[in-house]
């Protein structure tokens, strides 16, 4: 199997992977080739055309929100879809080639964007040090990997824990990030449309377009899902592109293709919109069980359709 | 057949039975019987029973409202269903043995129902016209038609239109009811469980208890039809019996079984109401076909089965 | 004062406005005249006419339902409100002039009314009595009191436990009834357009008509009060006497005209129907107080107003 | 008065604000002083720090969506309100330093931006044409026109029409654009707290918090809303930061603060969620009047609140 995910080596998105393949059976980890790709569209365009066979990118960031690249990229193709989910805290360590006290710390290499959310920390901790700009986390923990003992002599990386292990290095300190609890959710993308059974603690991704010029479109869509039950953990609005003020909706559900109430809640999605398009069924990384109303439980529309259908064989057919 | 009626003869049940007939098949009409009953709860348990094959009784008044005794008695048995239903007219004549002109007629005998009905007309057009009860109106245009032409010099009887022309007596005056264009509404019932086929322009009857103790219960009862886009007629309480303020609600929605969007909003009654009755669905009297959006027409219902039932053929059975 | 009820003496109407006496303070209780009506409606129009200050009447019955006469009577006179409501038990006594063994009585009298309501009890427990009918239960009991001894022997009314003891007579057996637990509501019910304070457990009683020719107006209506988090404990329709299909809906509201929530969701109905009647806001008879969500409770309304007002200050002025 | 826009000059929130200020009265217009900021952050810092007196910045793009830097930097400050929008059609020029023939431009210099977005047309209509890049379509129009006649020779830009304008060149060609129709919406905002009056066609932003884990409490907000009859015209998520699945709601509602409907929608909304930031009230850029329901009518609001205040006089004070 091959996997790709979004680059370089030791991004969150790699970290995402590796926790995808530790609990995936041992016959998707065997030989598992992974790859990294530039963008999520490079690597999608990989899968679709069969060069790879899954994909692991970013979906939704608790600080920046829903990560458009990847939700636009995955609403405009068909036969992918999402079959797991991996959630991977957004955090930095300080990481040298050997161990050594932070006051021995005269320079500390990083990409500006983990720079920028590392400055408290810096300021507090290592006043002195100078910043050095390097092309990516992965880039600074690598460079101090390669060099020699007398020329990684006071440099530190800020990395991710991945990067630290990745290359090698000695990690000073752990969790110098400024704002503590950001996360960011992965997807993993496959090619084949298969989805995985219900495990009863599942989510359902879907991109629902509102039917034009009809006020109170958004409230009937979501009633879709109340009538049927059916909590939402994650709603997005994404322009469809063609003028102001039109959006598609990107949505988690709670509950599997296989759950009868949401696959109620997608037909009445289906007739009431132009276009729904279902992105997968797939457990959830919590592995927390939905709570289920008796009247949507799986009983409960078998119940009735079998009372309907009864009902139904009353009718006097046409002679 | 049998057909039994909320008698005696010549009442507006009379009259609607008589007008269902007029419209059935020349099969259903030849050698009808038609036997009148005291009450309908006497004529359901003679339809149950087997001695009878229809009833028709009164549903719904537009002045007194819906009709308790038929809505309980409906309520109450299975394997009943309403067939048709027929509207009628609830009007009056003034009728007597012969021609005669206004000016001549000294008395005016009639039940002191009808009566109450028809003061203000005969306060203006008979003042000087003596009252004289009778035990129902078919009994004071029988009387008159009975009696001798003697007898019956300067007598009128205030009756239906049917009752006039039943026992043979001539119309003085139409329409002299005070209350202009009152109805009533009436159903007919049969026991062997047959539901006729959709003609397009159907009504679909139901008793509906709601959950106890539950807040917006009848709010989300109307949503399941709302979100179906099905049209509610008629919809009435009745208490349940056990305690104040537990209702049942009685209900005329637009559409027929056989119409996805009733078929699925019965299947949500049936999910989240302890019990749902279905009392049949037939054409409207009024040969009014419902206009139906696009969402929830039956194509759509079935574009939506199949759309997940396709996907659901890509979930990945369990080993 | 003067109060009406619906008579004869010792009815359940009657017993409902004595236990509302007993609740009332000194001043209201202290000569209090009370005078039997053959109807609501005369009542009524005597509470109207200013022959009387309050009535007491029928307005609920758990078997029944809603007491269509009331209703339509409340509604159709302005500036009369109801105070207070009464709950009372629907139970029978079997009353004689002196203590007696069962196996003493050989005649049982009544109103066929009553009758019905015991005759499993009468079956079971006095399979030989002879049945006699009476006017009304308290003729029943009034025919034993005024009796002699002789005359009395053997002989049992059934009538209200009130009855038993206004007429002196003894009680042979309580609760011969065969439903169990049936309660009648009845409402006090004044003329000076006075509205009792709050006292937290309190229904507010209303008549609405729905705006004609438009699908969902019911579920619009509806939505008023849950918008305003305001729970219904009844709701009735009754016809408005020009169509069939057009109903009015007689509602009683958790709450009361003070709490913010029931005034929103007043402004709410006047807004979207034609007609609204308001019939009064009263204490609870079972004094059970409301459980109001903060967001509904009277603090965030004048919070929110607050918030607005500010808001509005800053609005530029034509100039 | 010194208004700041998102720099440089020539971009299209430059030209959104001079056609806000060719709109605007004349002593608005007077001395008006245009400055350049380089993102909506500082331009605000400077706002409410009272360096300047209004900013105009993008807040919504037909294709990329809702401006997330805009959008998060207005909810987290109080006192400043929109008090107008425009929209800017997306559109490049090819321009010159001279007219010339398409088969004389050998070169064509822009931003990398622009560049992708008019690549097809290049392609197209240029295929011999050397591509040089630029920091900005402003800088690249800017170089040509500060060339002298020979070095322009053969070059050609390709920028806003603003910038073509501005810099004194000749346009070659209009409308290169791939994509045809792309629209910005921008919004002017100003310091002092002050609502422009309303017009008729006016449009409210907010940003509203919903009740953290709480089901169904965007379908709640919704319908604060459409029960007042208010419609939306956009409504975007954005993550609060704390939390995966933690969202806001950015929304634009037809209306004005001075309708009733909707103070009433903010009243309703200001009870049920923890917070709601009002952005201001301003004219719609289309001058597009919304349609009111009767319902929702300013008279029907008025109406509603004077009944509720006249029966709220009934209430007996507590004494």
Aim: with cysteine.
């Amino acid at each position: 199997m091959r996997y790709g995910f979004l680059g370089p080596e030791t991004t969150f998105t790699h970290q995402a992977l590796l926790q995808a393949l530790a609990e995936a059976p041992e016959d998707l980890r065997a030989g598992a080739e992974l790859i990294p790709f530039t963008s999520v569209a490079t690597a999608t365009a990989a899968l679709v055309g069969g060069d790879i066979d899954a994909i692991t990118a970013p979906i939704e960031n608790s600080v920046e929100g829903g990560v458009s690249g990847t939700l636009d990229v995955l609403a405009s193709h068909d036969r992918i879809t999402i079959v797991a989910e991996q959630i991977v805290p957004i955090t930095f360590v300080l990481a040298a080639k050997r161990q050594m006290d932070l006051s021995e710390v005269r320079a500390v290499a990083s990409h500006t964007h983990a720079q920028a959310q590392v400055q408290g920390w810096i300021r507090e901790n290592l006043p002195g040090a100078a910043i050095e700009p390097a092309s990516s986390t992965a880039a600074a923990a690598r460079a101090i990997a390669e060099s020699s003992e007398e020329e990684a002599e006071g440099l530190a990386a800020i990395c991710s824990p991945l990067a630290a292990e990745h290359f090698g290095l000695q990690v000073l300190a752990r969790g110098i990030e400024d704002t503590k609890g950001a996360q960011t959710r992965f997807v993993i993308v496959t090619r084949n449309s298969r989805i995985p059974a219900r495990t009863g603690a599942d989510k359902t991704t879907l991109v629902v377009h509102l039917p034009h010029n009809r006020s109170g479109a958004l409230l009937e869509m979501l009633e879709q899902f109340s009538a049927n039950g059916v909590n939402l953990s994650r709603i997005e609005s994404r322009p469809i592109g063609d003028a102001l003020g039109r959006y598609s909706f990107s949505i988690d559900a709670e509950g599997h293709l296989e759950d009868r109430r949401v696959a109620s809640a997608l037909r009445g999605l289906h007739r009431m919109c132009p276009q729904v398009i279902y992105l997968g069924s797939y457990p959830r990384a919590d592995r927390q069980r939905s709570t289920v109303d008796v009247a949507t439980a799986d009983d409960s529309y078998d119940d009735a359709s079998r009372w309907v259908g009864e009902l139904s064989r009353m009718i006097t057919p046409v002679p």
